[in-house]
């Protein structure tokens, strides 16, 4: 049994910045991909950013040069620091852990996070 959990969402002004936090627990020996997708309401989840465990980073382009993501491998954690906030960067923002491998498993697997609100609005 693998758990994410987001944390660092909220309401900020545009130009301002939030940190996202996602931590990974359980059964874990190692996770190949993690990533950050956000979703608003009417349109499909779309990815943001993704960290392989050989911290090679892949970025949206609406989200080039703002937006770092970043990851701790030995805690099992990954961050999204958001600078320079638009209102179109309101979502839900959801975390994704991929490759998971788990002792007792021959199968990786893929789990999400329940998600973090972001609210950019002056």
């Known amino acids: 049994q693998v758990q994410l959990v987001e944390s660092g969402g909220g309401l900020v002004q545009p130009g301002g910045s939030l940190r996202l936090s996602c931590v990974a627990s359980?059964?874990?020996?190692?996770?190949?991909?993690m990533a950050w997708y956000r979703q608003v309401p009417g349109k499909e989840r779309a990815l943001v950013a993704g960290?392989?465990?050989?911290?090679?980073?892949m970025y949206a382009d609406s989200v080039k040069g703002r937006f770092t993501i970043s990851r701790d491998i030995a805690r099992n954690t990954v961050y999204l620091q958001m600078n320079n906030l638009r209102p179109e960067d309101t979502a839900v923002y959801y975390c994704?852990?991929?490759?998971?491998?788990?002792?007792?498993?021959?199968?990786?697997?893929?789990?999400w996070g329940q998600g973090t609100q972001v609210t950019v609005s002056s």
């Open positions: 994704k852990a991929d490759g998971v491998r788990s002792p007792g498993r021959i199968r990786p697997g893929d789990y």
């Open positions: 359980g059964s874990i020996r190692s996770i190949f991909h």
């Open positions: 960290i392989t465990d050989s911290l090679n980073t």
